[in-house]
């Protein structure tokens, strides 16, 4: 079993940056393929960014194409997701998702992954 830890959430003004982390114990990080989703109250879940098992391959939502950039480090465990230039429409919970899978599997839906973290609230706002 997968448990998945997301950190680096918080309050951000307009125009700021964070960076999310996801850890993942019970696998190593180089057995799976990780996504972020997010979750704003009222609407339901949305693939934002994913990264293949051995990093090659990444996705990214059209609303965070060129602001948003997701990488991994497997010596450390941790997948993170730099966020820059948010806006208020970012605002919601941000979940780290995991699947055991091929090297160069990737996706933005949410259906295919097993393992899910307990999410990290992400509030921009001034």
Same mark, same amino acid.
């Given at each position: 079993? *997968?448990?998945? *830890?997301?950190?680096?959430?918080?309050?951000?003004?307009?125009?700021?940056?964070?960076?999310?982390?996801?850890?993942?114990?019970?696998?190593?990080? %180089?057995?799976?393929?990780?996504?972020w989703f997010?979750?704003?109250?009222?609407?339901?879940?949305?693939?934002v960014?994913?990264?293949?098992?051995?990093?090659?391959?990444?996705n990214?939502? %059209?609303?965070?194409?060129?602001?948003?950039?997701?990488?991994? %480090?497997?010596?450390?465990?941790?997948?993170?997701?730099?966020?820059?230039?948010?806006?208020?429409?970012?605002?919601?919970?941000?979940?780290?998702?995991?699947?055991?899978?091929?090297?160069?599997?990737?996706?933005? %839906?949410?259906?295919p992954?097993?393992f899910?973290?307990?999410?990290?609230?992400?509030? *921009?706002?001034?």
């Amino acid at each position: 079993q *997968v448990q998945l *830890v997301e950190s680096g959430g918080g309050l951000v003004q307009p125009w700021g940056s964070l960076r999310l982390s996801c850890a993942p114990s019970g696998f190593t990080l %180089d057995q799976l393929a990780i996504g972020w989703f997010r979750q704003a109250p009222g609407l339901g879940r949305e693939g934002v960014s994913s990264i293949s098992r051995d990093g090659r391959r990444t996705n990214y939502a %059209d609303s965070v194409k060129g602001r948003f950039s997701i990488s991994r %480090d497997d010596a450390k465990n941790t997948v993170f997701l730099q966020m820059n230039n948010l806006n208020p429409e970012a605002t919601a919970v941000y979940y780290c998702a995991a699947r055991a899978a091929l090297y160069s599997w990737t996706s933005l %839906d949410h259906a295919p992954y097993s393992f899910w973290g307990q999410g990290a609230q992400v509030t *921009v706002s001034s």
